[in-house]
């Protein structure tokens, strides 16, 4: 079976133009960052999946953490700790000292504003969930979620991460600006 190899193609101003692009012809300033603009743009767009394993993996996965953020608001330690791995559990010991934790230090899970779920990702050999929180004092954080899948195929929250946003207010307006994910992060298709 021959295989077939395209020529390179250049994008230009007006559009795809087939050949290699002449030595000493600079490319133009910002044409990649605008093309990967538009390839982020579209992806936003068309938003997640319909269906598909991948779909119902990272909904089982927001399940989890919004039963964990709905404890953690209603002070139910118990059923906030139970949403924690196995090795969480160990390092806190009690339903009431890993909520006492969370109140003190992890108040933008303890006690969001709003919760707006980004990207389920993967790293470092975990599923990682992105959220975009707005702490009590309307500071947006990303919170990230390792996650790890128990025996009996359901999913606890492996770790708490927070990350700094963009330091502004998250607002209702939908041009909130999201950073981008931290390098180590890969996203995976929704």
């Not at 960052?33 to 269906?51: H, N, Q």
């Not at 700790?81 to 009690?94: E, L």
Request: proline fraction near 12%; glycine fraction near 8%.
């Amino acid at each position: 079976m021959p295989s077939f190899m395209p020529p390179p193609c250049v994008l230009t101003a007006n559009g795809v133009k087939n050949g290699p692009r002449r030595p000493g012809k600079p490319r133009k300033p910002g044409t990649l960052r605008r093309l990967g603009a538009i390839v982020v743009a579209a992806l936003l767009m068309a938003g997640p999946a319909s269906g598909g394993p991948e779909h119902e993996l990272r909904r089982n996965i927001i399940a989890v953490i919004k039963s964990q953020i709905a404890a953690f608001q209603r002070n139910d330690g118990d059923m906030a700790f139970s949403y924690a791995s196995p090795d969480v559990q160990s390092q806190f010991g009690t339903a009431d000292a890993f909520l006492a934790r969370f109140a003190a230090a992890y108040k933008p899970v303890y006690r969001p504003k709003s919760v707006i779920f980004l990207n389920l990702a993967f790293s470092r050999g975990r599923l990682v969930q992105r959220v975009l929180l707005q702490g009590p004092d309307g500071i947006a954080v990303i919170a990230l979620f390792p996650m790890m899948q128990m025996n009996d195929g359901s999913w606890r929250v492996d770790g708490y991460v927070l990350v700094p946003a963009t330091g502004k207010s998250v607002s209702t307006e939908p041009d909130v600006p999201v950073p981008p994910e931290p390098p180590e992060i890969a996203a995976l298709a929704d």
